[in-house]
């Protein structure tokens, strides 16, 4: 479905708010054909979502070209942990919209998402829009993102 022979991998996780919404979606992801690998939570049990944003943007980070997905309630505290780490470019999405520009012109390597937010038919879309969307490396949007990998 890529084009090329090789799967897009992805890395998912969620706290407890987006544990349903996370299953869902791996389910889903790993029927479409990419390489999911989901990093928990694995039940209602509460957690803390900085510990799951730290596990995907870790292995986003050792893997080149790999993407994260996260769910949590609103999807805003797994975008502010994500966004801690160097070299990750986490962007919170509520449509499909952003979801298309956070790839087109921010580069995002995570998509965040809020299971109390977002159904997860929407979840669905806007991960598949995010997947599917390809940098515009031109050079206003390029120097940008430069500038973000500085800080
Ligand atoms: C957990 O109740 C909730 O605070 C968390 O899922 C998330 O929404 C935080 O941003």
């Known amino acids: 479905m890529f084009g090329d022979k090789a799967k897009k991998l992805v890395y998912i996780g969620s706290d ?6 996370k299953e869902l979606l791996h389910t889903h992801l790993k ?3 990419y390489d999911s690998t989901d990093l928990g939570t694995f039940t209602e049990e509460p957690c803390d979502y900085p510990d799951i944003a730290r596990e995907v943007g870790e292995k986003v980070k050792e893997h080149d070209g790999s993407f994260g997905i996260l769910i949590c309630g609103t999807g805003i505290g797994m975008s ?7 070299g990750i470019r986490a962007a919170m999405v509520t449509d499909e919209n952003m979801a298309e520009l956070s ?4 580069n995002a390597n995570v998509i965040c998402m809020g299971a109390r937010i977002s159904t ?3 979840i ?3 991960t598949d829009k995010f997947l599917t969307t390809t940098f515009d490396a031109e050079e206003r949007h ?4 430069i500038k973000i990998d500085e800080m």
């Open 16 to 21: 407890h708010a987006g544990v349903k919404a």
């Open 31 to 33: 029927e479409a054909g």
């Open 80 to 86: 502010m942990a994500a966004n801690k780490l160097r």
């Open 103 to 106: 790839r087109k012109h921010n």
């Open 120 to 122: 997860p038919e929407m």
């Open 124 to 126: 669905t879309k806007m």
């Open 142 to 145: 390029a120097k940008r993102v």
